[in-house]
């Protein structure tokens, strides 16, 4: 049977290298199909501002003329210019076949090695500022908003097919409902009592693009020394913030301020991923349907950004906008919190989840190689 691998031209095949997915996915229950229309404006250069920071090649795979596989590759120039010879990958979804995986995976190696990039670390769709890592455990339960899924079979194929690394995890915690947990009720407390210029406030959506200003200073500098971070530039941010505007809920978002100064942000974002699994990656002709009927039956959130600037990380900031987030979840009555994604070094964080009794149940890899196999 023939398998070719070929570049595709962006954004004019853009639909056709999305639709591949659907049938590698056609009997994983877990899976969340993305909407199309959201995917081709991620895929056009002319409206997704990564590209004027990125170089980007995609490739798809056919077998006797039908999709089979995928993959893009990509040069961060900023993440490149922090690492030297480092390109990404990401985007890469086949069937349970070694041969196509390892004719894209050199696909994608052969281009980043012509560009002169030595390494490549994945899987990044397209940097750590989207949807990022390969999921090893958790298969059982469908991904949160704006966190990837891939198929069981996966770390097989990287690791014994591929020959692929680990460079680093990054772990889901699952919080259960019920009563603030004393110790961080307590921590809390104390915190405010003793910093009476502590003020938190929830988001004002009616100023959404002053809004939008303060995450992105609270982002880029409580992020900056982070592995693997890249900042973003104010038009990413911009063009994330306008995906994200039809499913941000205020009164589950809120800025912290220390006297004068916003300090700190969280973001948790109900769990939307319910309603796109029904729409099945189309607004028409029943997709805005499900999505009228389904947004109020939400039941599940996910703690999506939770940050405090470097100068201030030593406070315990965190403690009481996870309050504050809690007890609005408490009224709401959801079945339980999402928090992720959070890097298996990040000792602080990862302790304060810990606190607060959330069970790691979900784990994402990156993996990283060389160019020159």
């Known amino acids: ?38 995917r081709k404006q991620f895929f056009d250069p002319k409206k997704n501002p990564y590209f004027q920071q990125a170089e980007v090649r995609c490739f798809i795979a056919t077998r006797n003329g039908q999709p089979v596989g995928t993959i893009a590759a990509s040069i961060d120039h900023q993440l490149a210019a922090q690492e030297p010879g480092l390109g990404l990958f990401g985007f890469f979804e086949f069937f349970d076949d070694a041969d196509v995986a390892k004719a894209l995976f050199e696909a994608a190696s052969s281009w980043l090695a012509q560009q002169g990039m030595t390494r490549m670390r994945g899987p990044y769709n397209f ?41 680093m995890d990054w772990y889901a915690y699952w919080l ?32 959404f693009d002053e809004e939008v200003a303060l995450v992105k200073e609270i982002y880029n500098d409580a992020w900056e ?95 009481p906008l996870y309050v504050r987030t809690w007890e609005e979840g408490l009224r709401r009555g959801v079945r339980g919190a999402e928090a992720s994604l959070i890097l298996e070094n990040n000792n602080r964080m990862r302790g304060a989840l810990e606190k607060l009794g959330a069970k790691i149940y979900k784990t994402y890899r990156i993996y990283e190689t060389s160019t020159s196999r």
């Open 1 to 38: 049977m023939s398998l070719a691998v070929r570049p595709i031209e962006l954004p004019r095949e853009a639909v056709t290298f999305v639709k591949t997915w659907w049938p590698i996915y056609a009997d994983d229950d877990q899976w969340v199909p993305p909407l199309i229309m959201e």
């Open 127 to 167: 940097n750590g500022n989207h949807e990022f890592g390969m999921l090893i455990d958790g298969f059982d339960t469908p991904p949160m908003i704006a966190n990837p899924h891939n198929r069981s079979y996966y770390q097989r194929i990287y690791e014994e097919v591929l020959g692929l690394e680990k460079a």
């Open 176 to 207: 259960e409902p019920g009563p603030v947990p004393p110790t961080i009720a307590k921590i809390t407390q104390r915190f405010l009592d003793r910093n009476p210029n502590v003020r938190i406030r929830e988001m004002d959506l009616s100023r």
């Open 225 to 319: 020394d982070n592995w693997g971070h890249v900042q973003m530039t104010d038009a990413e941010i911009d063009f994330m913030a306008q995906g994200l505007k039809q499913v941000i809920d205020p009164k589950l978002c809120y800025v912290a301020y220390l006297g004068d100064e916003a300090v700190a942000v969280s973001i948790t974002l109900p769990d939307f991923n319910q309603v796109a699994k029904k729409m099945n990656g189309r607004i028409f002709p029943f997709g805005w349907w499900h999505y009228l009927t389904g947004k109020g039956k939400i039941d599940t959130l996910r703690i999506f950004i939770l940050g405090v600037k470097k100068a201030h990380q030593k406070l315990p900031l965190g403690a």
